[in-house]
């Protein structure tokens, strides 16, 4: 069973277009749900993060929406540039195991110029 | 800010040889040092939790004789991939946490190619 589900496994817009990734999960004990950025060959870095306690963050082009109730959240990316084409990881955390990430499979994200 | 610095990033090595990674936090005190590996299908998988001064908890299918791990301070955690085989390759994640802030920082990764 999965635990953290990306809706999508690929998605494309056009420059100047909103992206937008959605992520599901499933334990309740989340509260700690990290978007993880990541270019061919390099590590997943970390991007934005929300705890559950919110239903939005907010960081430059980069927003988070959750919704608790429907265990579902998503990250939307402004104005999207050529440059912001990676893989997109949504995870998940419980406080009381903060280490143990749960990572989605991913959204590979092409922004077309 | 906080950084993560891994290396080496690659390495290749012969089926049944060695491979040692080490990991470096930068900025923040890393009291915890989660090891992951990430497949060639780019799924993740946590090995083990490294704590300063705590014993060192394995997942299930990991162990100690095969991922050896080290933790002698604050800022700097190594990982060996002893006997590598073609079932060990990957991008080895180095995510240190940052209690203060609760957050996870990887480092670039360490790729296992195994010939």
């Known amino acids: 069973q999965q635990q953290v589900r990306q809706s999508s496994q690929s998605l494309t817009v056009w420059e100047g277009e909103t992206a937008i990734l959605n992520c599901s999960y499933e334990n309740s004990a989340f509260d700690y749900f990290p978007w993880y950025q990541q270019f061919p060959g390099e590590g997943p870095a970390l991007l934005i993060a929300?705890?559950?306690?919110?239903d939005k963050k907010e960081d430059g082009r980069f927003t988070i929406f959750f919704n608790k109730r429907e265990k579902n959240l998503s990250l939307h990316i402004k104005d999207s540039q050529p440059g912001d084409s990676a893989t997109y990881f949504c995870?998940?955390?419980?406080?009381?195991?903060?280490?143990?990430?749960?990572f989605g499979k991913g959204t590979h994200l092409h922004v077309l110029p | 800010g906080a950084l993560v610095y891994q290396y080496p990033r690659r390495t290749i090595c012969k089926s049944g040889t060695s491979m040692r990674m080490e990991c470096q936090a930068v900025g923040f005190q890393a009291t915890s040092v989660a090891w992951y590996r990430q497949s060639p299908q780019k799924t993740f998988e946590l090995i083990a939790l490294s704590t300063v001064n705590s014993a060192i908890k394995y997942e299930q299918n990991f162990t100690q004789e095969k991922f050896p791990i080290s933790h002698p301070n604050l800022s700097f955690s190594s990982m060996t991939v002893l006997n590598a085989y073609l079932e060990d390759r990957g991008l080895y994640l180095c995510g240190a946490l940052d209690r203060e802030a609760g957050q996870l920082y990887f480092g670039e990764g360490s790729k296992l190619t195994v010939l």
């Open positions: 929300i705890r559950s306690v919110s």
């Open positions: 995870a998940a955390s419980a406080n009381t195991n903060a280490y143990k990430v749960i």
